[in-house]
């Protein structure tokens, strides 16, 4: 094998070994595009392509709940009927995720719809099909305010660790941060 020979087969396994990381690097912002483009459509196959619903809702009532009894801890000495206030709780928040933890829920929460915590909600209809220039009545029947014009979503994505791609969503300024952690499957 000739010197040149040799030097093109490196240049090329060395292109095509960065392909493949740059590739392996950017699926999670490739399939989080596709989820997104996918919960705007409300199509709901797609969106079960790429998330398990069962592992979703199993992993939201484990975190909610071990929530709540850092809550009960918290308060513990302090009043004892917050057992009971966090069984509540329990019993609210598990249909309500069970009924957001599904592509429409999804599509609701990634559109800036987040779950209000009413007992028996369920995620809003899709909207229909929108003509140009029409305006969009406020989903909770309230006009908005007319002051100062509402700060739209911020969504980060980046990786955490070699492994781990998070995704932090804040509704506006000051409110609440949401981080949805994925595990990079390797």
Same mark, same amino acid.
């Given at each position: 094998?000739?010197?040149?020979?040799?030097?093109?087969?490196?240049?090329?396994?060395?292109?095509?070994? &960065?392909?493949?990381?740059?590739?392996? #690097?950017?699926?999670? #912002? &490739?399939?989080?595009?596709?989820?997104?483009?996918?919960? /705007?459509?409300? /199509?709901?196959?797609?969106?079960?392509?790429?998330?398990?619903?069962?592992?979703?809702?199993?992993?939201?009532?484990?975190?909610?709940?071990?929530?709540?009894?850092?809550?009960?801890? &918290?308060?513990?000495?302090?009043?004892?009927?917050? &057992?009971?206030?966090?069984?509540? /709780?329990?019993?609210?928040?598990?249909?309500?995720?069970?009924?957001?933890?599904?592509?429409?829920?999804?599509?609701?929460?990634?559109?800036?719809?987040?779950?209000?915590?009413?007992?028996?909600?369920?995620?809003?209809?899709?909207?229909?099909?929108?003509?140009?220039?029409?305006?969009?009545?406020?989903?909770?029947?309230?006009?908005?305010?007319?002051?100062?014009?509402?700060?739209?979503?911020?969504?980060?994505?980046?990786?955490?660790?070699? /492994?781990?791609?998070?995704?932090? #969503?804040?509704?506006?300024?000051?409110?609440?941060? #949401?981080?949805?952690?994925?595990?990079?499957?390797?």
């Amino acid at each position: 094998m000739s010197r040149t020979t040799r030097s093109v087969a490196v240049t090329l396994v060395v292109v095509l070994l &960065i392909a493949a990381l740059g590739f392996v #690097y950017a699926s999670p #912002y &490739i399939a989080l595009n596709r989820v997104k483009q996918a919960a /705007d459509a409300r /199509d709901a196959q797609t969106v079960n392509e790429y998330v398990d619903f069962p592992a979703l809702r199993t992993s939201l009532k484990e975190r909610i709940a071990a929530l709540l009894m850092r809550r009960v801890d &918290i308060q513990k000495s302090g009043n004892p009927l917050a &057992i009971i206030g966090a069984m509540i /709780d329990a019993a609210l928040v598990g249909p309500l995720l069970d009924s957001y933890a599904t592509p429409d829920g999804v599509a609701a929460i990634l559109n800036g719809i987040p779950p209000r915590g009413d007992p028996g909600e369920k995620p809003p209809a899709p909207p229909q099909a929108e003509t140009a220039g029409t305006a969009l009545a406020p989903v909770s029947g309230v006009p908005p305010a007319q002051s100062a014009p509402r700060q739209p979503p911020q969504t980060t994505a980046g990786y955490r660790s070699f /492994d781990t791609f998070v995704v932090t #969503y804040q509704h506006g300024a000051g409110d609440a941060r #949401y981080s949805a952690i994925f595990r990079v499957a390797g």
